[in-house]
């Protein structure tokens, strides 16, 4: 959260001895112990390392981190979903998350915590949880992430069905099957002088089941794929203009076996992993 104050002598005419040294004092005075953060949006496309989750189509986004000084937090996050899979019948993403950061150094932290996947509605078992660590670095107006998300073997991760047409006739290839998932990451952004622009980059490669798990729903749909974006962010006070071309290296031919599942409206044509321009407002408090 970012409070901007505006000090000038006008606001000190006429104030008592007392105020004054209150005012100076609270210049002085050390940063509360639990600070609240978060923020709601409105994107293109919900994109989970570059497969749409939203069909494709807008979602609304929201979020909320309480933190204390020592470098615990705890927070939550949501977003609409559509098409892609049934979520076990649900229409909404709610993810806990719970975790730890350290500065190993002035210009470097360490981030290590838990996400918690959850589809309120649906069914439990496309519930899933994933530790991460993140390493991030400062360079005057550079900040570079590398990222590791390992989620151990569960049912929510396990192929359950081998094709996208087993899973639109509910015929299973192997139920209650359990899978772990692997995802690294590179974030880099540059902040340009002068500017209110950030430019933005991000590669990602995912390893996991190749086939579909419950509720024909999967983390890495074809077990081993790269996804990576380019943008830019303009901020203006506390919102975020965001623009970004999205892809994977996700084919028609490697995804054909996954469809009708894998498509837009599920009508079994084109993918929700091929590239796209997304654009997204977000309003930080």
Known sequence: MIV????????????????????????????????????????????????????????????????????????????????WGTFGGANMELDLIGGYKHALAPNATLDVG???????????????????????????PATLIASVAYAPRQQ??????????????????????????LYLAGDGALAIAGTPLTARAHVGHSWGNDGLGPNATSVTPTGDYWDWSLGADAHWRSLTLGVSYVDTDIGNRDAAYLQPSFSRGQDGRGSIADGAVVVGLIAAF
């Open 114 to 140: 838990l996400t918690w996947y959850m589809y309120p509605g649906g069914a439990d078992k496309t519930d899933f949880a994933e530790p991460y660590a993140k390493l991030t670095g400062t360079a005057g």
């Open 4 to 83: 901007y104050r505006l000090w000038g002598a006008a606001l000190l005419c006429g104030l008592p001895a007392s105020a004054l040294a209150q005012s100076a004092a609270s210049e002085t005075a050390p940063p509360p112990a639990v600070t609240v953060s978060g923020s709601v949006g409105l994107v293109s496309d919900y994109r989970f390392r570059g497969v749409s989750q939203s069909d494709k189509d807008m979602a609304v986004q929201g979020g909320l981190t309480v933190a204390h000084e020592s470098g615990l937090y705890v927070g939550t996050w949501a977003s609409n979903l559509a098409g």
């Open 156 to 181: 929510a991760l396990g192929r359950w069905y081998r094709t996208g047409a087993e899973a639109a006739a509910g015929v299973y290839t192997d139920r209650g099957d359990k899978k772990d998932n």
